[in-house]
Each structure stands twice: as structure tokens, then as C-alpha cells.
């Protein structure tokens, strides 16, 4: 729909270029010119009359003016006489009020003097009676301190009875938990030696099951390859006859032999999905026989499992009983001491209280002398703020006069001196008069002759509207009739473009099956890989550590024995701990340093071994963790733990992954080269080549927008269901070729675990202090040659398999502030000789101070030993963002794993200062017609600009800028071109204003005036301005 209206846009504009060759009916380029000279001339016959009427107005607002100016100069020399004769009378009057004040201010002066002397007795006798008062509140002091001190005493006697009681409570609480957790301890322990006596009928009983359950399945697996022997079969005549499709296009084939090769497609295509759907049918009766198995297999496993570790747990119930009857005894002994002391602090708590009673007596007599002396003083003390407020009273008096004697003495003056300006002012109002009637009489000359100017540019003004009006109807007539058929030729192209639908829903089979294939197995083997090593992990500990445990339990060897084995299993796990734990370390620092080295040259020839594994028929014998392997794995503290952590988390993370790149849209590409056939055309209007290429425009622009459309809706009904498939069959391939390994080396360090924990309870001291000995010196070795293995690991695995990291982000804009959009950019670099062919997605997880545009984007491909650029991602700064503030991005890149790794996540966080948001009102006040002179001289015009700041203060302020543009810009006169506004706050607005005046020549011209607003040497915003002066 976009191609087909810029098309059309495209032919309305060039219409003009065929005016010579198109017919006179649609010809209407002729028409429009003679349309658009009248309609100058109108413009200017009308700016003509307006001219001459603001004239006309100008002259009659100055009568109007001069004549309403006279009679107010009339008034205002009446108004000043009669404001003269009342001053003169009010000085005498004014001048006896000052005699009467004064006079009254001496006597208030002689009153404030004798209350004064008053308030100094006043306050002798205050002064006596509060140094009466400082013994009584010297004894008072040394009681309250005395009571203080006791009953601090009842505080700590109380904390001391608190503590007491709560330690003999808990011990309570401890002995009556230690009986219930010695009657667990038995119940769970004859529970687990009844579980012993069926653990051998529960295994015989699953592993008949499971033989049943693999005859199913191998059953159906025959039946399958049969179908997919088929499917193959019809997918190579499905690309036979897009071939032949393909071909016909391209060399212009008729169109009926074109849509019979689509008919034979379309069956074929509807063969092959057929074949398609019944092989996922019967792929989805195996993965559920499969699931089965694997279910069957968990149980039997875990009965297993259980089998050989009950005795040893049943051996540590025993033990944890033994240890927790000790525990009781001490409880026991606890409660006796706690009584006691509860005893002894209670006796001292009733002696403190007779005591404290006795102060608290004589503490209250000494304070009710100490009030009765208070009492007194504050009686003297309230007389004496009775006389303050008589002096204040007086004082303010006395005050209030002297400013009445100051103000009457000023408006003697002032009165004074207004009688000689008033008599000045009449004597110029009456010389103005006289000029003013003079300009009167001929301002009403010239409103005649502007009266007659109006009355014959009217007459000019009609006839040319008639002939304009005439000139637009021939126009508009023959520009319908050429839309009219630009747009049955556009229809005529659009018909054609059905085909686009099914070659786009072919192309979108072709996409989901490749996409799906290449994302599913790269997703899915390492789901497999990070599913192994959890599950692997998890079993291996368990299994392990119950067998070695068992095995220390069970040893009776004597001291030096012990000596021996601690020294030599502490070099053999001190090797496994290393390989497992270490090694996985080094791997990576030695990641780091390739990634931390300079890009070289790409190899000339790269030498790749690629594998083949055969996933049909592929069996899942390895089941998901049950919850009580979980349980029991989180009861165990081995060296593993770390690991599982780890192995769990990238289970997730895969997981999350997979979920992502799973959506359709996600994973769809649209397809960059359509299949365009032939269009016929030749049916426009006359054979005109406009409309020929309109109908070729929009024959394409509809078949594309069928094509992508189709191909979409194609990939999205069978990706997610093609990719599920893939992605099953690879992490199930993955999960059982890794499995075996990973379960084997945790079993070796939970065996080692386990036999660890055993022999230091059998042995205690001198088995642990000898192993943890060897330990030490072994490990040092162990992990050198952990370091030296991971080196030539990583070499390897270069050489066959890609490896990224992120080699740089950024945040990019040309400003960084408020309202602007910016990207985060960045590069990846593979230091692997094999091309990345999977996808590498970089996500935006938090962001401060600004939206997101994007939430992620997928980079599918990276050369070999080269940098990659990441997909920009787009972020929108708050529009209420100030300067100073920060904008903060916070994301994550998802790389392919390694051998340790299931996948890596490698995070980033970008942070920018902003610079100050300039966002802000514009307002402007001018007159879009102004006169070039007066009567009497030539105008000056004045446009004010108001600029105010929305987001915040603006300290430098803007620059406004006004110039003249175009051809007319030397007829306008300028007094400024540049002003500046001076900081401004938030909220507030400041005006500049400019003065302009124009020539004779302007008369009649259209004057383009430009008004920039400027910050920091860049613009922010320009207005055109068109003035019509007259």
C-alpha cells in the first residue's frame, strides 16, 4: 500500500512533463496556469483595496483621535485650576494639626519616664527572692540523684529476673524439642527399615515395565523412517515444481501455462503437508512412549538409589539419637542453675522498694517548700511585665505621633511645590490645543481623497474575480477526468497481483523450515548440555556421596591406615576438585585473555569437521530429577554445590532463550527479493504511457505487499511447531551423549565427598587433620595441571566451534537531552576460526530517565576471527528530562556457550549526564498588514517575540533572531536583527522586541521575514513570517 501511494503521488506530480502529449479533455496543465496568473491579479487588486481602505481608516481614526485629544486637554486644564484653589486652602490647616501633636507627644514622654523608675524596684525584689530559692533546689538535686540510683538498681534487678526466667524457659522449650526430635529420629529410623524390606520388590516391578514400554516405542520408530522416506520423496518434487514455476516467470511465459505449473505446486505442496502433519502426529505418540520410559526409568533409578543408601542413612539416625540424649542431660542441668538465681535476685528486689519509698517522701516535702518560693517570685515578676507593657504602650504613642508630625510636615511641602507645576502644565495643554486644530483641518483633506480611491479599486477587484472564477471550473473539470482514470489503471495493475499469495506462502514453508532447523538444534544442544550437566551434577552427588559415606562408615582400619588413605584420597580428589572446579576457571580466563587480543587477518582456508548424528529413533533414557533427588541434593554441602548453582541457572537461561527465539516473530526474515511476473497494462485509458506506469506501480506494490504477507502468515502457523520438533531432538541428542560423563564426574567427587564425611566420623582428629594436610599440598599441583588442561582445551575448541564476546556498547545521539532519540550501538568479536550460525540477542532489561523504543534484537550470523556490529536498539529520553540528571541503560548480550558454559550472558550498563532541555512556548504579537506611513511621516512597526522555558530555568537565556529573506528582503528596514532574553526561570517568560520600517518600493510586496530561536549556537526552532505592507 506504501509503494502503490507514493506512486501515485509520483504521477499526479510529473502530470505537468505529458501536457504536450496528453488530449485536451484530460489536458489540464493549460487550464491551471491561466488559473493561477488571475489569481494573482486578484491578490493584488485586493491588496490594492485594502491598501487604500486602511488609508481611508488610518485618516478617520486621526480625526476621531485629534478631535477626543483637544477636548481631554479642555478638561485637564479645568481639573488643575480647581486642584490649586484646594491646596491653598489646606497649608493653614495642615499647619495648626503640627502645633497639636507635638504638644501631646511632650506628655506621653514625662509618663514613660516614671514608669521606668518603677520597673527597677520591681526587679530588685525579683533578683532577692529567686537567691532564696537555690538551696531548696540543692537538696532537691541530691534526692532525685539518690532515687535515680535506686531505681536504676530495681532495673537491673528486673533485667536480671527477666533473664533468669527466659533461660529457664528455654531450656524448658529445648528439652521438650530434643524429646520430640528423639522421637523422629526413631520413627523415621524404623521407617527407613521397613523401606530396606521392599526396595528389591519395587526394582523388579519397574523393570518389567520399561522392557514393555522400549518394545512400544521401537515399534513406532520402524514406522516412522517409513514416513520420512515419503516426506522426502514429495519435498524434492515440491521444489521441482517451484523450479518450473520460477522458470515460466522468468521467461515470460502466458499466463494460463504459468497457473497450471502453480496448480501442480499447490497439490504438491498440499502432498508434502499432509506427509508432514501425519509424521509429527507419530512423532508426538513416541516422544510421549519416550517420556514413559523415561518416567519408568526415573522411578527405577531412584529405588535404586534409595536401596543403597538406606543403610548408611539408617546408621546416621542412630548416631544423630546418641548425640541428641547427651544434649538432654545438659538441658537438665541448665534449668537447675536458672532457679536458683531467680531465687536470689527476687530476695534483693523487695529491699530496693523499701528504700526507694523512704527518698520518695523526703523528696516531695523539699519540693513543696521549693513551690511555695516560686509561687512568690512569679507574683513580683507579673508586676513587672504589667509596667513593660505600660512603657511599650506609651513608647508606640509616642512614636505614632512624631510619624503623624513628620507626614503633615512632608504634605506642607509637597503642596508647596505641586501649585507651580500645575500652573506650568495648564500653559502647555493650551499651546497644544492650537496645533492640534491645525492637524485637525487637514487630516480631513486627505479622508476625501481616500474615499474616492476605494470606490474605484472595488470595481477593478470584481471584474477580475469574475474571470478567475471562469479560468477555475475549465481546470477543475479536465484534472477529475485524469485522476478518474490514473486511478482505473492503478486497479487494472492491483488485480493482477493475486499470485503473490501463493508464491509468498511457499517462501514461508521454505523460511520456517531452515529457521527452524538452524535455531532449534543450536538452542536445543545447548538446553541438552546445561540439562546434563544439572541432572548429571545432582545424581552424581547423591549416588556419590551415599556410597562413600557408606564406605567410611564401614572402615575399621587403625591410625595409620587412616594416615595413609587421607594422604592418597586427598591427591585424587584434590585432582577430580581441580578438573571439575578449577579448570572450568582457567577456561574462561583464558576466554578472556583471546577475546582481550587483537583481531588478525582471516585464515585463507579454514579446515571444518562437522559430525552427523542421526536423531531418528533417538531414545531418551535419561529422566528429569524427581523432587526428592532435589531435596536430597540440597541436604548434602559437597564441593559440587557451587556447580549445580551454576548448572541450574544456565538450565533457566536456556530455557528463557529458547521461550524468545521460539515466537514467530521473533525469528521471521522478511524474504528481500520478490518474484515479479508480467502485468498486462495495455487497457489504460488511450495507451497513455502515465497511466501504463501507473498500473505497472502498483501491479508491484500490491504483489510484494501479497508476497510478504503470505509469507508471514505461512512461517507463523508452522515455525513454532517445526522448531519445537528440532529443538526436542537435538537437547534430547545432546542431553544423552553428555549425560554419561557428567555423571561420572560428579559421582567421583560425591563418592569422595561422602567417604570424606564418613572417615572423619570414624576416625575424627587424625583423619581430618591429615587429610586436610595432603589436601592442601596436592590441590596446589592439581590445579597447575587443571591450568595447563584448560589451555589446550580452548584451542581446540576455536578451531571447531565460534566464540563470542562483547566487544564494545555506546550510547549514540546528536543530543543528549530531553525529548531526543537515542541508540545503543555496539560490536561483538569472534575469536574462533568458524562463522557464529545461531543467534546472539542483546536485550535491554532497565532503563532510567527514558522509554524503550526497542526490547531486543537478534544477531543470526558473525564472520570467523573478525568484529561483528549488534543491531541498534532505540530508546526515547523523557521529554521531562532536565540538565544534569542521568540517563541509565542497563541490558544484557546472550552469546553461544562454551564447554563449561550452556551460554553466556555478558551484562552492560551506559550511563549519560544530560545537557539542559531548551524545550519551551513561543509567542509572537505583529501586524500582518502594516501601513508604510502615517499622514504626516513614516511608520515604525514593532513585533514582540515572548519566550518562555517549560522544563526548566534557562541561565544563558536564548537568542532570538529576525531577518528579512528572499528577493524583497533589501525593502525592510531594521533597527536590530539579534536580541538575547537573559536567563529565564521554569515557568516564566521574558519578551523582545524588534522594530522594522519598510520602503516606498514595498508598497504592494509580499515580505518574508525568518524568526529563529537559538540555543547554544543551535537553532531550535524557525517560524516564517509573511507581511503584506500597504
Given at each position: 500500500?506504501?509503494?502503490k501511494?507514493?506512486?501515485?503521488l509520483?504521477?499526479?506530480?510529473?502530470?505537468?512533463v505529458?501536457?504536450q502529449?496528453l488530449p485536451?479533455?484530460?489536458?489540464?496543465?493549460p487550464y491551471?496556469?491561466?488559473?493561477?496568473?488571475l489569481e494573482?491579479?486578484v491578490?493584488?487588486?485586493?491588496?490594492?483595496?485594502?491598501?487604500s481602505?486602511?488609508s481611508?481608516q488610518e485618516?478617520q481614526?486621526?480625526i476621531?483621535?485629534m478631535?477626543?485629544?483637544?477636548?481631554?486637554?479642555?478638561?485637564?486644564?479645568?481639573?488643575a485650576?480647581?486642584e490649586i484653589?484646594?491646596?491653598e486652602i489646606?497649608?493653614?490647616?495642615l499647619e495648626?494639626?503640627?502645633?497639636?501633636l507635638?504638644?501631646e507627644?511632650?506628655r506621653?514622654?514625662?509618663?514613660?519616664?516614671?514608669?521606668?523608675?518603677?520597673?527597677?524596684?520591681?526587679?530588685s525584689r525579683?533578683?532577692?527572692?529567686?537567691?532564696e530559692?537555690?538551696p531548696?533546689?540543692?537538696?532537691?538535686a541530691?534526692?532525685?540523684?539518690?532515687?535515680?540510683?535506686?531505681?536504676?538498681?530495681?532495673?537491673?534487678?528486673?533485667?536480671?529476673?527477666s533473664?533468669?526466667?527466659?533461660?529457664l524457659?528455654?531450656?524448658n522449650?529445648?528439652a521438650?524439642?530434643?524429646d520430640r526430635a528423639v522421637?523422629e529420629?526413631y520413627?523415621?529410623?524404623k521407617?527407613?527399615?521397613?523401606?530396606l524390606?521392599g526396595?528389591q520388590?519395587?526394582i523388579s516391578?519397574?523393570?518389567?515395565?520399561?522392557?514393555?514400554s522400549?518394545?512400544?516405542?521401537?515399534?513406532?520408530?520402524?514406522?516412522l523412517g517409513s514416513e520420512?522416506?515419503?516426506?522426502?520423496s514429495l519435498?524434492s518434487?515440491?521444489q521441482?515444481?517451484?523450479?518450473?514455476v520460477?522458470?515460466?516467470?522468468?521467461?515470460g511465459?502466458?499466463?494460463?501455462?504459468?497457473?497450471?505449473?502453480e496448480?501442480?505446486?499447490?497439490a504438491a505442496?498440499?502432498?508434502?503437508?499432509?506427509t508432514?502433519?501425519?509424521?509429527r502426529?507419530?512423532?508426538?505418540?513416541?516422544?510421549?512412549?519416550?517420556?514413559?520410559v523415561?518416567?519408568?526409568?526415573s522411578?527405577l533409578?531412584?529405588?535404586r538409589?534409595?536401596?543403597?543408601?538406606?543403610?548408611?542413612?539408617?546408621?546416621?539416625?542412630?548416631?544423630?539419637?546418641?548425640?541428641l540424649?547427651?544434649?538432654?542431660?545438659?538441658?537438665?542441668?541448665e534449668?537447675?542453675r536458672?532457679?536458683r538465681?531467680l531465687a536470689?535476685?527476687?530476695?534483693?528486689q523487695a529491699m530496693?522498694?523499701n528504700?526507694?519509698?523512704?527518698v520518695?517522701q523526703?523528696?516531695?516535702?523539699?519540693?513543696?517548700?521549693l513551690?511555695?518560693?516560686?509561687?512568690?517570685?512569679?507574683?513580683?515578676a507579673?508586676?513587672?511585665?504589667?509596667?513593660?507593657?505600660?512603657i511599650e504602650s506609651?513608647?508606640n504613642h509616642s512614636r505614632?505621633?512624631?510619624?503623624?508630625?513628620?507626614?503633615a510636615?512632608?504634605?506642607?511641602?509637597?503642596?508647596?511645590?505641586?501649585?507651580?507645576?500645575l500652573?506650568?502644565?495648564?500653559?502647555?495643554?493650551e499651546k497644544?490645543?492650537?496645533?492640534?486644530?491645525a492637524?485637525?483641518?487637514?487630516?480631513?483633506t486627505?479622508e476625501?481623497?481616500?474615499t474616492?480611491?476605494?470606490?474605484?479599486?472595488?470595481?477593478?477587484l470584481?471584474?477580475l474575480t469574475?474571470?478567475?472564477?471562469s479560468?477555475?471550473?475549465e481546470m477543475?473539470?479536465?484534472?477529475?477526468?485524469y485522476?478518474?482514470?490514473l486511478t482505473?489503471?492503478?486497479?487494472?495493475?492491483?488485480?493482477?497481483?493475486e499470485?503473490?499469495?501463493?508464491?509468498?506462502?511457499?517462501?514461508?514453508?521454505?523460511l520456517?523450515?531452515?529457521?527452524?532447523?538452524?535455531?532449534g538444534?543450536a538452542?536445543?544442544?545447548?538446553?541438552?548440555r546445561?540439562e546434563?550437566?544439572?541432572?548429571?551434577?545432582v545424581?552424581?552427588?547423591?549416588?556419590?556421596?551415599?556410597l562413600?559415606?557408606s564406605?567410611?562408615?564401614a572402615?575399621?582400619e587403625?591410625?595409620?591406615r587412616?594416615?595413609?588413605e587421607?594422604s592418597?584420597?586427598?591427591?585424587?580428589d584434590?585432582?577430580?576438585?581441580a578438573?571439575?572446579n578449577?579448570?572450568?576457571?582457567?577456561?574462561?580466563?583464558?576466554?578472556?585473555?583471546e577475546?582481550?587480543?587483537?583481531m588478525?587477518?582471516?585464515?585463507k582456508?579454514?579446515?571444518m569437521?562437522?559430525g552427523s548424528?542421526?536423531l531418528e529413533?533417538?531414545?531418551e533414557?535419561?529422566?528429569?530429577l524427581s523432587?526428592?533427588?532435589?531435596a536430597?541434593?540440597?541436604?548434602?554441602?559437597?564441593p559440587?554445590?557451587?556447580?549445580?548453582?551454576t548448572?541450574a541457572?544456565?538450565?533457566k537461561?536456556?530455557e528463557?532463550?529458547?521461550?524468545?527465539i521460539?515466537?514467530?516473530?521473533?525469528a521471521f526474515?522478511?524474504?528481500t527479493k520478490?518474484?515479479?511476473g508480467?502485468?498486462?497494462c495495455?487497457?489504460?485509458?488511450?495507451g497513455l504511457?502515465?497511466?501504463k506506469?501507473?498500473?505497472?506501480?502498483?501491479?508491484?506494490?500490491?504483489?510484494?505487499?501479497?508476497?510478504?504477507?503470505?509469507?508471514r502468515?505461512?512461517?507463523?502457523?508452522?515455525y513454532?511447531?517445526?522448531?519445537?520438533?528440532?529443538?526436542?531432538?537435538a537437547?534430547?541428542s545432546?542431553?544423552?551423549a553428555?549425560?554419561?560423563q557428567?555423571?561420572?564426574?560428579?559421582?567421583?567427587i560425591?563418592?569422595?565427598e561422602?567417604?570424606r564425611i564418613?572417615k572423619i566420623?570414624i576416625?575424627?582428629?587424625?583423619?581430618?587433620?591429615t587429610?586436610?594436610?595432603?589436601?592442601?599440598?596436592?590441590?596446589v599441583?592439581?590445579k597447575?595441571k587443571?591450568?595447563?588442561?584448560a589451555?589446550?582445551e580452548l584451542?581446540?575448541?576455536?578451531r571447531?566451534?565460534?566464540?563470542l564476546t562483547?566487544d564494545?556498547?555506546a550510547?549514540a545521539a546528536e543530543n543528549f537531552?530531553?525529548g531526543e532519540?537515542i541508540?545503543?550501538?555496539?560490536?561483538?568479536?569472534?575469536?574462533?576460526?568458524?562463522p557464529?550460525?545461531?543467534p546472539v540477542?542483546?536485550?535491554?532489561?532497565?532503563?532510567v530517565?527514558?522509554?524503550?523504543i526497542?526490547?531486543?534484537v537478534?544477531?543470526?550470523?558473525?564472520?570467523?576471527?573478525?568484529?561483528?556490529?549488534?543491531?541498534?536498539?532505540k530508546?526515547?529520553?523523557n521529554d521531562?528530562?532536565r540538565?544534569g540528571e542521568?540517563?541509565?541503560v542497563?541490558g544484557?548480550?546472550e552469546?553461544?556457550?562454551d564447554l563449561?558454559?550452556?551460554?553466556?550472558?555478558?551484562?552492560?550498563?551506559?550511563?549519560?549526564?544530560?545537557?539542559?532541555n531548551?524545550?519551551h512556548d513561543l509567542?509572537?504579537?505583529?501586524?500582518?498588514?502594516?501601513?508604510?506611513k502615517g499622514?504626516?511621516?513614516?511608520?515604525?512597526h514593532?513585533?514582540?517575540?515572548?519566550?518562555?522555558p517549560?522544563i526548566?530555568?534557562?541561565?544563558?537565556?536564548?537568542e532570538?533572531v529576525?531577518k528579512?529573506?528572499?528577493e524583497?528582503?533589501?525593502?525592510?528596514?531594521?533597527n536590530?536583527?539579534?536580541?538575547k532574553t537573559?536567563?529565564i526561570?521554569?515557568g516564566?517568560?521574558?519578551?523582545?522586541?524588534?522594530?522594522y520600517?519598510?520602503?516606498?518600493?514595498a508598497?504592494?510586496?509580499?515580505?518574508n521575514?525568518?524568526?529563529?530561536v537559538?540555543?547554544?549556537?543551535?537553532?531550535?526552532?524557525k517560524?516564517?513570517i509573511?507581511l503584506?505592507?500597504?
Amino acid at each position: 500500500m506504501k509503494s502503490k501511494t507514493i506512486l501515485v503521488l509520483a504521477c499526479l506530480v510529473s502530470a505537468p512533463v505529458f501536457a504536450q502529449s496528453l488530449p485536451d479533455e484530460i489536458n489540464f496543465g493549460p487550464y491551471e496556469t491561466r488559473y493561477r496568473t488571475l489569481e494573482k491579479e486578484v491578490a493584488a487588486a485586493q491588496a490594492q483595496l485594502n491598501s487604500s481602505r486602511t488609508s481611508l481608516q488610518e485618516a478617520q481614526r486621526f480625526i476621531s483621535e485629534m478631535t477626543q485629544h483637544l477636548s481631554d486637554l479642555h478638561d485637564q486644564i479645568q481639573a488643575a485650576e480647581e486642584e490649586i484653589a484646594a491646596l491653598e486652602i489646606e497649608i493653614p490647616q495642615l499647619e495648626r494639626r503640627i502645633s497639636t501633636l507635638q504638644n501631646e507627644r511632650s506628655r506621653a514622654e514625662n509618663e514613660i519616664r516614671n514608669l521606668q523608675y518603677q520597673q527597677s524596684q520591681l526587679e530588685s525584689r525579683y533578683n532577692q527572692a529567686i537567691r532564696e530559692m537555690r538551696p531548696l533546689e540543692d537538696a532537691i538535686a541530691r534526692k532525685e540523684q539518690r532515687y535515680r540510683e535506686l531505681h536504676s538498681e530495681r532495673t537491673q534487678l528486673q533485667r536480671q529476673e527477666s533473664e533468669a526466667e527466659s533461660r529457664l524457659r528455654r531450656a524448658n522449650s529445648e528439652a521438650q524439642q530434643i524429646d520430640r526430635a528423639v522421637n523422629e529420629e526413631y520413627q523415621k529410623k524404623k521407617q527407613m527399615e521397613q523401606e530396606l524390606a521392599g526396595a528389591q520388590t519395587r526394582i523388579s516391578s519397574l523393570e518389567s515395565e520399561i522392557a514393555r514400554s522400549e518394545s512400544t516405542v521401537n515399534s513406532l520408530n520402524a514406522s516412522l523412517g517409513s514416513e520420512r522416506g515419503k516426506l522426502a520423496s514429495l519435498e524434492s518434487r515440491v521444489q521441482e515444481y517451484q523450479a518450473q514455476v520460477n522458470s515460466l516467470r522468468a521467461a515470460g511465459a502466458p499466463a494460463a501455462e504459468i497457473q497450471d505449473a502453480e496448480r501442480r505446486l499447490g497439490a504438491a505442496t498440499n502432498a508434502r503437508n499432509n506427509t508432514a502433519n501425519d509424521i509429527r502426529r507419530m512423532e508426538g505418540e513416541i516422544n510421549r512412549a519416550q517420556a514413559q520410559v523415561r518416567t519408568q526409568r526415573s522411578q527405577l533409578d531412584e529405588a535404586r538409589r534409595n536401596q543403597a543408601a538406606l543403610p548408611g542413612r539408617i546408621a546416621q539416625a542412630q548416631g544423630r539419637i546418641d548425640k541428641l540424649s547427651v544434649e538432654r542431660r545438659q538441658v537438665k542441668d541448665e534449668m537447675d542453675r536458672s532457679e536458683r538465681q531467680l531465687a536470689q535476685v527476687r530476695t534483693a528486689q523487695a529491699m530496693n522498694a523499701n528504700i526507694m519509698a523512704s527518698v520518695q517522701q523526703e523528696l516531695a516535702n523539699h519540693q513543696a517548700d521549693l513551690q511555695r518560693q516560686r509561687q512568690y517570685a512569679d507574683s513580683i515578676a507579673r508586676d513587672a511585665q504589667n509596667v513593660r507593657s505600660q512603657i511599650e504602650s506609651l513608647s508606640n504613642h509616642s512614636r505614632n505621633l512624631s510619624s503623624q508630625i513628620a507626614q503633615a510636615s512632608e504634605r506642607v511641602r509637597s503642596n508647596q511645590a505641586t501649585i507651580p507645576r500645575l500652573q506650568a502644565g495648564i500653559r502647555a495643554d493650551e499651546k497644544e490645543i492650537a496645533e492640534g486644530e491645525a492637524d485637525l483641518a487637514r487630516a480631513r483633506t486627505d479622508e476625501r481623497t481616500f474615499t474616492q480611491a476605494v470606490a474605484k479599486d472595488e470595481i477593478k477587484l470584481a471584474d477580475l474575480t469574475r474571470s478567475r472564477d471562469s479560468a477555475q471550473n475549465e481546470m477543475s473539470t479536465r484534472r477529475d477526468l485524469y485522476q478518474r482514470y490514473l486511478t482505473e489503471a492503478e486497479a487494472l495493475g492491483a488485480g493482477q497481483a493475486e499470485t503473490g499469495t501463493t508464491l509468498g506462502r511457499a517462501e514461508g514453508s521454505r523460511l520456517s523450515s531452515a529457521l527452524a532447523k538452524q535455531n532449534g538444534m543450536a538452542v536445543g544442544q545447548e538446553m541438552g548440555r546445561a540439562e546434563a550437566r544439572y541432572w548429571g551434577s545432582v545424581r552424581g552427588e547423591i549416588q556419590g556421596y551415599d556410597l562413600g559415606y557408606s564406605e567410611g562408615l564401614a572402615s575399621i582400619e587403625d591410625r595409620t591406615r587412616a594416615i595413609e588413605e587421607a594422604s592418597l584420597k586427598a591427591a585424587q580428589d584434590a585432582e577430580l576438585f581441580a578438573q571439575r572446579n578449577f579448570k572450568p576457571v582457567f577456561f574462561e580466563e583464558f576466554v578472556q585473555a583471546e577475546f582481550k587480543k587483537p583481531m588478525m587477518a582471516a585464515l585463507k582456508s579454514l579446515q571444518m569437521i562437522r559430525g552427523s548424528v542421526a536423531l531418528e529413533g533417538a531414545r531418551e533414557s535419561v529422566g528429569p530429577l524427581s523432587p526428592s533427588e532435589l531435596a536430597r541434593s540440597e541436604e548434602l554441602k559437597t564441593p559440587l554445590d557451587a556447580s549445580i548453582v551454576t548448572a541450574a541457572k544456565d538450565v533457566k537461561a536456556v530455557e528463557a532463550r529458547a521461550l524468545r527465539i521460539s515466537e514467530p516473530e521473533v525469528a521471521f526474515q522478511v524474504p528481500t527479493k520478490i518474484p515479479f511476473g508480467t502485468v498486462a497494462c495495455a487497457q489504460v485509458y488511450k495507451g497513455l504511457a502515465v497511466f501504463k506506469a501507473a498500473c505497472e506501480g502498483s501491479y508491484k506494490g500490491t504483489f510484494a505487499n501479497n508476497y510478504v504477507t503470505a509469507a508471514r502468515e505461512e512461517f507463523g502457523q508452522s515455525y513454532q511447531r517445526q522448531f519445537q520438533s528440532e529443538f526436542d531432538a537435538a537437547d534430547v541428542s545432546q542431553r544423552e551423549a553428555s549425560f554419561p560423563q557428567e555423571l561420572s564426574e560428579a559421582s567421583k567427587i560425591g563418592r569422595a565427598e561422602g567417604t570424606r564425611i564418613g572417615k572423619i566420623e570414624i576416625y575424627q582428629r587424625t583423619y581430618e587433620s591429615t587429610y586436610k594436610s595432603s589436601y592442601e599440598v596436592e590441590i596446589v599441583k592439581a590445579k597447575e595441571k587443571s591450568k595447563g588442561d584448560a589451555s589446550r582445551e580452548l584451542q581446540e575448541y576455536l578451531r571447531v566451534k565460534p566464540l563470542l564476546t562483547v566487544d564494545s556498547t555506546a550510547l549514540a545521539a546528536e543530543n543528549f537531552r530531553g525529548g531526543e532519540e537515542i541508540s545503543i550501538v555496539g560490536k561483538v568479536k569472534n575469536v574462533a576460526a568458524v562463522p557464529l550460525n545461531g543467534p546472539v540477542m542483546v536485550r535491554v532489561t532497565e532503563v532510567v530517565n527514558a522509554q524503550k523504543i526497542d526490547g531486543e534484537v537478534t544477531l543470526n550470523s558473525a564472520p570467523a576471527l573478525s568484529l561483528a556490529d549488534l543491531p541498534a536498539l532505540k530508546l526515547k529520553v523523557n521529554d521531562s528530562a532536565r540538565a544534569g540528571e542521568k540517563v541509565i541503560v542497563r541490558g544484557v548480550v546472550e552469546l553461544p556457550g562454551d564447554l563449561y558454559r550452556a551460554i553466556r550472558q555478558e551484562k552492560f550498563e551506559l550511563v549519560q549526564t544530560l545537557s539542559a532541555n531548551p524545550a519551551h512556548d513561543l509567542g509572537m504579537n505583529y501586524n500582518k498588514t502594516p501601513d508604510i506611513k502615517g499622514v504626516f511621516r513614516r511608520n515604525i512597526h514593532f513585533m514582540s517575540v515572548k519566550v518562555s522555558p517549560k522544563i526548566e530555568e534557562i541561565k544563558d537565556g536564548y537568542e532570538v533572531v529576525l531577518k528579512a529573506v528572499g528577493e524583497n528582503a533589501t525593502l525592510v528596514d531594521q533597527n536590530e536583527t539579534s536580541l538575547k532574553t537573559g536567563g529565564i526561570l521554569q515557568g516564566a517568560a521574558k519578551e523582545v522586541r524588534f522594530s522594522y520600517s519598510f520602503k516606498d518600493a514595498a508598497k504592494g510586496k509580499t515580505i518574508n521575514l525568518e524568526l529563529s530561536v537559538i540555543y547554544s549556537g543551535k537553532v531550535l526552532k524557525k517560524e516564517a513570517i509573511v507581511l503584506l505592507p500597504h
